[in-house]
């Protein structure tokens, strides 16, 4: 079974600090590393992505880090802002992708 | 809107019935591809569409769960005989072609009494 596990569950911290969430897979066959980020009621929307070709990828706050021998990647936020309070799932995969569990990220004011 | 369209948004019905959820991909993509999210869950897969393929249906969790999809349109999900453990939200996503970003509409909510 393809298992992918997300850390932490959930996640306060204060504006303008900085949100880490890792991911660990076991699939190495995956060639694709999303972030998504989904508020509630609404549909996840991917936030950023990386191929296992490069080990960062920086989207303005949003940075992924990629570890390919340690089958890990994360997500790092930074200047946190009350704004990205969401739920957030890695969801690497090949074809079809495989969903973290989440982590609930909460930036106090 | 440009962006994937699901219907209904929310859905009550009883035990046992058949329900029957609809997805508008974004227009161009080839990929379609349905999940299921559990209160407090992650994306459970269900079900994917590329193009004129055969779907792949490794994720449905029984024999009452089916889809179909016409061409590169409209996809439908059906659930015959529905359960309580079927109450979740039912994610339809699109994408250009199979490996591209996937494009999630709003969900259906679907509950069962």
């Known amino acids: 079974q393809q298992q992918v596990k997300q850390s932490p569950q959930s996640l306060i911290v204060q504006k303008g600090g900085i949100s880490i969430i890792n991911c660990a897979y076991e699939?190495?066959?995956?060639?694709?590393f999303p972030w998504y980020q989904q508020f509630p009621g609404k549909g996840p929307a991917l936030l950023i992505a990386?191929?296992?070709?490069?080990s960062e990828k920086k989207e303005g706050r949003f940075t992924i880090s990629f570890n390919k021998s340690a089958k890990q990647f994360s997500l790092h936020i930074m200047d946190s802002q009350p704004g990205d309070s969401a739920t957030y799932f890695c969801?690497?995969?090949?074809?079809?992708?495989?969903f973290g569990t989440g982590t609930r990220l909460l930036v106090s004011p | 809107g440009a962006g994937v369209s699901q219907s209904p948004s929310n859905k009550v019905t009883e035990k046992g019935k058949d329900v029957e959820l609809r997805c508008d991909p974004i227009?161009?993509?080839?990929?379609l591809y349905w999940y299921r999210q559990r209160l407090g869950q992650g994306l459970e897969f269900l079900i994917y569409?590329?193009?004129?393929?055969?779907?792949?249906k490794s994720g449905l969790p029984s024999d009452r769960f089916s889809a179909e999809r016409t061409g590169e349109s409209v996809s439908t999900l059906t659930i015959q005989r529905t359960q309580q453990e079927d109450s979740a939200v039912y994610l339809c996503?699109?994408?250009?072609?199979?490996?591209?970003?996937?494009?999630f509409g709003d969900g259906t909510r679907l509950s069962i009494l």
């Open positions: 996503a699109s994408s250009l072609r199979q490996g591209q970003p996937q494009h």
């Open positions: 699939n190495t066959a995956f060639d694709y």
């Open positions: 990386i191929r296992p070709d490069v």
């Open positions: 969801a690497p995969g090949f074809q079809k992708l495989v």
């Open positions: 227009s161009g993509h080839t990929a």
């Open positions: 569409f590329q193009g004129n393929s055969a779907p792949d």
